[in-house]
């Protein structure tokens, strides 16, 4: 029983190596938003770095959320294959003033990846 399990072991190490040791996708927002004239959004900037093997697409998923206030965003963005800087609306009657952001991006997968909860970031007009 133990020398069928040996060959199997190594296969899925050698099959599943690069997928584990692989730099998983990271998702940084900007502490600077901004709120949109009609006061229904806000512009959030984030830097999204998919890997060396990224895709040609990602979703990005935002969330922000001021007092008692939410709102969530959630757009399809072209991928570079590097980190890249884009700005998101994310829907909501939010005012100028502090506020937290939440947001996850999906690289090519269906899996969420690369999550960031609860950034300070500073709403102004």
């Known amino acids: 029983m133990r020398r069928r399990i ?8 050698v099959a599943l190596g690069p997928v584990v040791l692989a730099d998983p996708p990271t998702l940084t ?3 600077q938003a901004t709120l949109d004239p009609s006061n229904f959004a806000v512009l ?18 935002m969330a922000v959320r001021q007092g008692d206030v939410g709102g969530l965003g959630d757009e399809v963005f072209p991928a570079t294959g ?5 700005s998101i609306l994310v829907f909501g009657p939010f005012n100028p ?11 090519g997968g269906v899996l969420t ?12 007009q």
């Open 6 to 13: 040996l060959p199997v072991v190594i296969i899925l190490v």
């Open 29 to 31: 927002i900007q502490q």
């Open 44 to 61: 959030v900037t984030v830097a999204v770095n998919c890997g060396p093997s990224a895709p040609t697409s990602f979703e990005l998923v």
């Open 82 to 86: 590097g980190r890249q800087v884009v």
């Open 97 to 107: 003033g502090d506020a937290s952001a939440s947001g996850g991006v999906v690289c």
């Open 113 to 124: 990846e690369g999550l960031t909860f609860g950034t300070q970031i500073k709403i102004s």
